[in-house]
Every structure is written in structure tokens, then in C-alpha cells.
């Protein structure tokens, strides 16, 4: 089963851990003892020479109201003035950073801890079985074949060969359904940008065949292998393509031998400009599936082409965009969709395309009280995963909707994976927790038995951690749940290190995940805590909506009253508790800090959309006008002016001390935004904290990133967080 999504929107920003290649249980190394020296002690007035960011006289109108954007010529990414800018803020920040002793000690222990080897669940196609791996330290993973998985596999691609700096990553991939034919996407220096290629799996040799300017999708292969079905942007103007607005997505076929610009045109709205589509072809080759969002939420419209019709043409199946509806398989004429239609939990429905009235839709499986996440069919079986309270649960249903049986989980964490085909007897899939890389399993399912199939080594014992869930109010008295990870037998005296991590947006759900950044952090001493937001998906629709447009600030009241309750429940102090998030979760920190700068010791905005008046001008920030609204709307301003990060910096404040994150041309959430609010803080800083900004080259919006850049920006975050937070450097011993 070939799942089908469109992806846009701010991403969450975690680290992905792949579970690891050993088949024997893990043995965990007692780490060793490595002494970090002391923070240095505090200075009174210690001041920061900020470099110079001119202030320009742009004003603009939004609906009487004038608001003034001094700094709008850092949007401007290769002048010579915004370059200069950039380089004297990174001797600034990296000049800092070099003068914490803490800094190297820490890089290398994360450097142990990132090293260990990595798989990705393996699937097949025809005869073979493909999969990433990683040896631990490589920048970027390398893909892989195998007939079966008791030999040693072969390399099929290789990013690490091109490019000197890692920075050349695999951004997709689909096999044909025979196997031998790999259509691959790479993406450069972090950006959404995808070329793509086709590949003989056998030799390892690319075929002539070139698709270029493909964001956020992946091409589907037709049923006899002599083409495959895409969608594209038109080609940005030279110099446009990491900023320009991305419009008019268009469909096409393309076969294989020929060049791009000979491909057939099979649908495009130039009406509607900012639809976005997904072609799919079904398992039996018959129905080419597409897909259209118009936005970041999840309200699609489906068309359908018989591909074996005389006449083949585009039917529309689902109009509208009510609802979500992700297809997952078929039977002949009949559609299986997971989808929140009045389920906002949702649901898997049965559409009957000769009876396509949706008075005529079968559910197949009923809204359950935890939230649907992910449903795939495998072995003429359905199995569904399940977010309780914001971790995985798993069951088992057949084509009739019939329970037949849960998979046991090792406990409190995230399964992901699930894949496969109607014809297969198996299915592979991981598990992690925020202690835990991940694990994979292999699952049975005539015997509905999981194995494990490939486990990690670590330089760390994972049983020295432990996880507990809790639940807050939030201002308006609603329960969020929060997870909380630290060392077993941390002594919470009110004052302990802790990192709060939050996102809450987009529909995007946050689960245990391992990070080597945030285990080294707790080994340290530190408490890391991840609340589930509303405007995220934990809870279904209803939880998503509570958090979106005019009702945006509530995301914001859950964070503040989450850091509020873990200073009254004595994890923290406000002179111990930093705060992180990336791209919505960027904004997230950027708006609390301005809200309540008070409240927090220091902040860790990555990437983040930071000027709310002003997003959906670049690259697809229009498309997440569903989420957050527009400034052209007066009530929809009025909301986004009341929270933007960059337009409620206050002049004359003391802010916490902020090292702000961004690839210098990140084309997701354009580095404009980072720019622009740096510059207003250090304008406005009146305490002594440092305001930084460390902007990476040859980066990205996070996606493709290599581990050596990855290592080097998070043993830089915790640097800074072990300088700011004034950590102590305890023996780390078993």
C-alpha cells in the first residue's frame, strides 16, 4: 500500500532515529565519565556590541492601521548588505559560543551518543526488499536492496557520494511494483526542491529520465512500469526559486525515455491557483488517485481517471473540501478513505464509485474514542494506529471492519511504519520512546506474532531514564498532557535544568520520540517536557480548530500555563527553564517570549514563521493561511497583529537570553522571517542576556540536514543552555 499526503506547512522540527541494526537485544555501555567544566559565574552588565542592522522607512496600511517594518530589507536573502549582516552576526554568536568551556565536552559526548547504526523499516517490491542505514556518524542515510533479509543488502543510492559536505539528500522514493525500477528524489542544501531521477535497480545505473521543480510529493508509478504520474511547479523566474510564492501545481505523465518537456498535461486549474496535487496509482494498477488540497488543512477534494478505460478522464469523486479523505486501498470500484467527516477522531469509509452519493458511504470502521492516525492494508488486513493520549496504540481490523487483534507495544511511545501490500504476509515497523532510539519489529500476520528485527547498541542505558505523563490546566481550565523525561532519582527541588518543548499547529501531533540532543541534556542533570498543545492533532479535529486563526493565543495560554505548572509543581525555577520549538513551534517560543519574558531563563527558536503579517507572501506560506489566517482579513489581522513575535517586541525590555536558529536559505519558512526579529530584539534588549542568531550555510528549512551540521548546531544549543542555565557538570558514571 503506497500512502498518499499533502505536506505543506511549517514542519515539526525533531530528529528522526531509525531503529538500529543489530538483531541481538541491545547492550547498553555504561558511559563514561566525562567531566564538563563549570558555567562561568555571572557578570554584572555583561554587554553585547550588536552588529549594526540599518532602520529603513517602510510602512505599510493594514486596515487604517499603520505598522512599520524597518528591517524589511533582510527579506532581500543575497544583497550585499544582507550578507554583510550575516556574517557579522555569526562572528558575533559563534564568537560566544567558542568561549564556553562546556562547548567542546559536550560535542563529543553527543558525538558518542549519535553513533549508533540506524535502519529505517524495510518494504518490498516484487523480489526485493529495500531500506536505509546509517553506520552512526554518516551525514546522510544510504539506501539499500536485498532478495531477502538474511543477506548483506546493496547499496543502491548513496547520497554521501554526492556532495563533499553532505548536504545532498534523499528527499523521497518509489519502487515500481516489480522491483526493478527506483524513482528517487534529491533535494540540495536543505531545499523543498526536488529533482528526481529513475534508477535500475539491478546495475545501479540512472536512466536518462530528469523531473525537476516537484515540492512536497512523490511520482507513482502506472501499473506497466513505462512511466510514472507527477505533479510540478512552473519554473521560478532566475534567482526566485527559494522565495517565490509556489503556485499552479499541474499534473502530468511522463515516460520513461523521453524528456521532461515532452510530458503529457493531464490536469491543471489555473483557476485556482493554489491547488496543490497528489497523484497515486491504486495496488491493481487500475485507478490513478489524486488528490487536491488548497491549503495546510486537511480538507482535500479526490478525482479518480480509470486507467483502463477507451477514454480515460479525471471523475470527481469527493468535492468540496469538507473533510479529510486519505485514500488507503481499493477493490475494484470501490475506495477505502481514512477520514473526520463528522468523525472528528476519524473514521475509515467505503465509497462505491457507482454509487459515489456520500448517503451511499459505508463506515467501515467507526470513530473510536482515541484519535486515527495512520491505516494501511496489509494481508487483506487493516491496521490502524491510534494517538491515546498522544502515544501509539495499535489494532487490527478485516476488510469488514471486524476487530480482530491489538499489537502489543513495549510501552509508552511511538510506532510508526505499518507498510506493505494486499498480497504480503508481513510488515515491519519501529519503535521509540524519549529514552529509547528506535526498535524494529518484524510483524507476522498469519500469527499476529512481532519479532524484533533489528535493535540498537548505545553508549547509554536507557533504564537509567524513565517518562511520566501528566496533565495541566491550561487558562481556560482545559487538561493538556504533558510528558516528562528525566534520569531515574533526579531530585526535584525546584530547581532543576529543564527544556520545554512545544509545537501546536497545523494538525501536527507530538509523541515520544528519542533525541540524542535532549538524552544528552538529561544527562546532565536536566528535565525535558513536552506538552500536547491544542492546534495540534492529538485529539482529533476539535483539538486541532481550538488552536487555529482568531483562537491562536490558546496555543500560546497552553505553553505559558505548562511552564507556569512546572514551576509550581518544583521540576523548575524561571531562572532554570528554557523553552524550544521550530518552524510553528518557532513561533510558539517567539510569541510567549514577547508575551512573558519574565517567565523563562532562556529561548530556542528555530526556523521560525516570526512576521505574522506578512508569511504568505514566500515560497508556500499561503497555504498556511487555513491555520494561522490573513492579514487582509481586519478580524484575522487584528489577531495576528495581537501575537506577532516580530511586531510585539517591546523597546527598552529585558528578554531572556535567545539564540535564534535558520539555514540561510531556507525556502520553507524563508530565513527573512529569523532575520528581521533578531535584529528588533537586539534593538530592544535592555538587560544583559544575549540576543543571537546563528545562521547556517547551506541549509535548509531542517529536512535533509547532515548529521555533522546536526551535531554541531545541537552541541551549540546545549552549550548555550549549559552557559544560560548555569548547569552544574556532574561524573556520568553508571
Excluded at 106 to 119: S, V
Amino acid at each position: 500500500m503506497r500512502s498518499s499526503s499533502v505536506r505543506w506547512g511549517a514542519a515539526v522540527l525533531t530528529t528522526v532515529a531509525f531503529a538500529c541494526a543489530e538483531p541481538a537485544p541491545p547492550q547498553p555501555l555504561a558511559p563514561p565519565v566525562v567531566a564538563l567544566p563549570p558555567p562561568a559565574p555571572p557578570v554584572p552588565a555583561r554587554r553585547f556590541a550588536y552588529p549594526d542592522a540599518r532602520k529603513g522607512d517602510q510602512v505599510d496600511d493594514y486596515h487604517g492601521t499603520k505598522v512599520s517594518d524597518p528591517y524589511r530589507w533582510l527579506e532581500s536573502l543575497d544583497t550585499p548588505e544582507t550578507r554583510a549582516w550575516v556574517e557579522a552576526e555569526n562572528r558575533l554568536t559563534f564568537g560566544f559560543l567558542e568561549k564556553i568551556a562546556a562547548r567542546q565536552p559536550l560535542r563529543e559526548r553527543l558525538t558518542e551518543l549519535w553513533n549508533y547504526e540506524r535502519f529505517s523499516p524495510p518494504f518490498r517490491q516484487g523480489d526485493r526488499y529495500f531500506l536505509s542505514r546509517n553506520t552512526g556518524l554518516q551525514n546522510q542515510n544510504v539506501l539499500y536492496w536485498a532478495k531477502n533479509l538474511t543477506e548483506e543488502p546493496a547499496v543502491l543510492l548513496d547520497p554521501n557520494q554526492l556532495a563533499a559536505d553532505g548536504t545532498m539528500a534523499l528527499s523521497g522514493l518509489n519502487v515500481s511494483d516489480d522491483g526493478k525500477l527506483a524513482a528517487y528524489g534529491i533535494a540540495s542544501g536543505g531545499s523543498d526542491w526536488q529533482e528526481w531521477r529513475i534508477r535500475d535497480v539491478a546495475s545501479g545505473q540512472d536512466r536518462p529520465d530528469v523531473l525537476r521543480w516537484i515540492k512536497f510529493g512523490a511520482p507513482t508509478w502506472s501499473h506497466d512500469e513505462k512511466g510514472v504520474f507527477y505533479s510540478r511547479f512552473p519554473e521560478p523566474p532566475p534567482g526566485a526559486a527559494l522565495a517565490e510564492a509556489n503556485y499552479n501545481s499541474k499534473l502530468y505523465y511522463h515516460r520513461l525515455g523521453t524528456l521532461q518537456g515532452d510530458d503529457t498535461l493531464l490536469y491543471e486549474r489555473p483557476d485556482h491557483k493554489e491547488w496543490e496535487l497528489a497523484p497515486e496509482v491504486t495496488e491493481d494498477g487500475r485507478y490513478l488517485i489524486v488528490t487536491i488540497a488548497k491549503s495546510t488543512d486537511h480538507k482535500y477534494m479526490i478525482l479518480y481517471r480509470d486507467l483502463q478505460a477507451k477514454t480515460p478522464r479525471m471523475v470527481e469523486l469527493i468535492g468540496g473540501f469538507d473533510s479529510e479523505y486519505s485514500f488507503i486501498t481499493n477493490d475494484g470500484p470501490v475506495f477505502y478513505f481514512k477520514s473526520d467527516r463528522d468523525a472528528p477522531r476519524g473514521k475509515l469509509i467505503a465509497i462505491d464509485t457507482r454509487k459515489p452519493a456520500p448517503g451511499d458511504w459505508r463506515t467501515v470502521i467507526a470513530e473510536a474514542a482515541d484519535k486515527l492516525g495512520q491505516v494501511s492494508c496489509v494481508h487483506d488486513l487493516f491496521i490502524a494506529t491510534y494517538l491515546k493520549d498522544a502515544h501509539t496504540r495499535v489494532s487490527i481490523f478485516d476488510l469488514s471492519g471486524k476487530p480482530r487483534r491489538d499489537v502489543a507495544l513495549p510501552g509508552i511511545g511511538t510506532a510508526g511504519g505499518f507498510g506493505g501490500r494486499r498480497s504480503q504476509k508481513e510488515t515491519f515497523y519501529s519503535f521509540t520512546s524519549f529514552s529509547r532510539p528506535a526498535t524494529l519489529y518484524r510483524l507476522d500476520l498469519t500469527t499476529f506474532e512481532s519479532t524484533v528485527y533489528k535493535a540498537p547498541k548505545l553508549a547509554f542505558n536507557p533504564d537509567d531514564y524513565e517518562t511520566r505523563q501528566d496533565f495541566y490546566p491550561s487558562k481556560d481550565g482545559t487538561k493538556i498532557p504533558i510528558f516528562i523525561t528525566a534520569k531515574k532519582g533526579v531530585a526535584l527541588d525546584g530547581d532543576r535544568p529543564t527544556l520545554l518543548y512545544g509545537y501546536g499547529g497545523f494538525n501536527i501531533s507530538l509523541t515520544p520520540a528519542f533525541s540524542a540532543t535532549n538524552l544528552l541534556f538529561m544527562e546532565q542533570g536536566g528535565v525535558f517536557a513536552q506538552p500536547n498543545l491544542r492546534g495540534g492533532g492529538e485529539y482529533g479535529e476539535e483539538w486541532h480548530r481550538a488552536g487555529i486563526k482568531l483562537h491562536k493565543q490558546t496555543v500560546f495560554d497552553d505553553f505559558i500555563s505548562a511552564a507556569e505548572w512546572l514551576i509550581a509543581n518544583r521540576y523548575t525555577s524561571r531562572t532554570r527553564l528554557a523553552i524550544q520549538g521550530g518552524s510553528n513551534g518557532g513561533l510558539l517560543v517567539g510569541a510567549v517570549v514577547t508575551q512573558r519574558p519574565d517567565l523563562f531563563a532562556a529561548a530556542l527558536p528555530a526556523v521560525g514563521v516570526m512576521d505574522m503579517l506578512r508569511f504568505d507572501k514566500f515560497t508556500i506560506g499561503h497555504a498556511w493561511v487555513a491555520d494561522y489566517g490573513s492579514s487582509e482579513d481586519p478580524l484575522e489581522f487584528k489577531a495576528l497583529y495581537a501575537y506577532s513575535p516580530l511586531h510585539n517586541v517591546k523597546p527598552v525590555t529585558a528578554y531572556p537570553a535567545t539564540l535564534i536558529t535558520t539555514g540561510d536559505h531556507d525556502d520553507r519558512v524563508v530565513p527573512g522571517h529569523s532575520f528581521k526579529f533578531a535584529a528588533t530584539m537586539q534593538a530592544a534588549q535592555s538587560g544583559d542576556n544575549p540576543v543571537l542568531i546563528r545562521i547556517d550555510t547551506r541549509a535548509g528549512h531542517g529536512a535533509g540536514k547532515p548529521v555533522s551540521k546536526r551535531i554541531e548546531e545541537a552541541s551549540d544549543l546545549l552549550a548555550f543552555l549549559h552557559e544560560e542555565l548555569h548547569m552544574s557538570a556532574p561524573a556520568r558514571g553508571p
